[in-house]
């Protein structure tokens, strides 16, 4: 803490994390750890496979591969510095570390959701407008949608960080979370400005998902009508198929996603919140390449072609 005038400034957090579960720590290091080599290992395996597959050179698997690396990115910008704090005695984060770790997890988180919407705006044409899939999903319409998503994340990322690290931080500066997330950090600010910054960015965090939201419902709305006009039972279940993974995702991901961000406000423990932020920051991620690989058919066969012709390339 750097003095100056009548109060300290803060120059560094302590990350209070998992400190409550002393006897735990080791426990949850071992369990976050095999989930996130695992998260890599998936996300990674699933690249590797629609790089190798030319079957799989389509934009429903271009979108998954960005998917991926958001995702890649998204644990890499949290998770490592989580499993250290585990095993060490000072949990400390500096200024400047604590704003990029929230810039590159909002960046990434919000890419996320804007990559799973356009995914779902895919769906829609191949299943809705299936004649013109190849003007609209054109490889350079593809590239732009993709690049838009990380636009709009970098944005996103920005806008949250500049607002909450343009308040002054200067009290206690133990942040009751194992990363720097928005809630924990507002308590720690003071000046007239908080209340402003929280609301502002609660409102922009939940549109902006909302947003997302609802446009996939819209495009599910018109896939299901479209679906349901396919005479035979058969016609519909390979139309639905192919959506049944990004569904599930969907589900997952706005599913812990509402439980973040529209839970009240008095109905958790600090430690409740703590253990909460375990489901958006491990748990998701570690789902994500799981429902892909197991609930679509193309890839799951893929990656076992894959996978086996680099165990044993003499049976293939």
């Given amino acids: 803490l750097l003095g100056r005038g009548n109060f300290s400034v803060v120059t560094e957090f302590i990350l209070v994390g998992f400190s ?3 006897h735990l720590q080791l426990m949850f290091f071992l369990l976050f750890l095999l989930m996130y080599l695992f998260t890599l290992l998936g996300n990674l395996l699933i690249m590797a496979t629609v790089r190798s597959e030319r079957g799989l050179h389509m934009p429903m698997y271009l979108f998954l591969c960005a998917l991926s690396i958001s995702e890649i990115l998204y644990t890499l910008a949290i998770t490592p510095h989580l499993l250290a704090d585990l095993l060490s005695t000072r949990h400390a984060i500096t200024f400047v570390a604590c704003a990029s770790q929230m810039f590159f997890s909002f960046t990434f988180g919000f890419t996320h959701s804007f990559l799973l919407t356009v995914m779902g705006y895919d ?3 191949a299943i809705c407008h299936p004649l013109r899939y190849n003007v609209l ?11 838009w998503s990380w636009v709009g994340g970098s944005v996103m990322g920005l806008m949250v960080t500049m607002a909450v690290f343009h308040l002054t931080f200067c ?13 924990p950090l507002l308590k720690l600010a003071c000046g007239t400005d908080v209340p402003i910054v929280a609301l502002g960015v609660g409102l922009v965090c939940i549109s902006t998902l909302l947003g997302c939201f609802l446009l996939i419902l819209l495009s599910y709305a018109f896939i299901v009508t479209t679906i349901l006009k396919i ?3 058969e ?7 192919t959506c049944a993974s990004h569904l599930t995702v969907v589900v997952v991901h706005y599913g812990f996603a509402s439980v973040i961000y529209l839970k009240p406000k008095a109905s958790q423990s600090l430690e409740g919140d703590t253990l909460m932020g375990i489901t958006y920051t491990i748990l998701t991620p570690f ?4 429902i892909f690989s197991l609930r679509n058919k193309e890839l799951k066969n893929a990656i076992k072609k894959t996978f ?7 049976k293939i």
Avoid: W
């Avoid at 133990?174 to 928005?182: L, N, P, Q, S, T």
């Fill in 123 to 125: 769906r829609y044409v």
């Fill in 137 to 147: 999903m054109s490889p350079r319409g593809c590239t732009c949608l993709v690049a």
């Fill in 308 to 314: 086996f012709s680099t165990l044993y390339p003499e």
């Fill in 235 to 241: 016609g519909q279940h390979k139309a639905f198929s």
């Fill in 20 to 22: 409550s579960f002393p």
């Fill in 287 to 290: 789902l994500s390449p799981i």
């Fill in 171 to 183: 009290g206690p500066n133990e942040v009751h979370h194992f990363a720097c997330h928005v809630p």
């Fill in 231 to 233: 005479p035979s039972a």
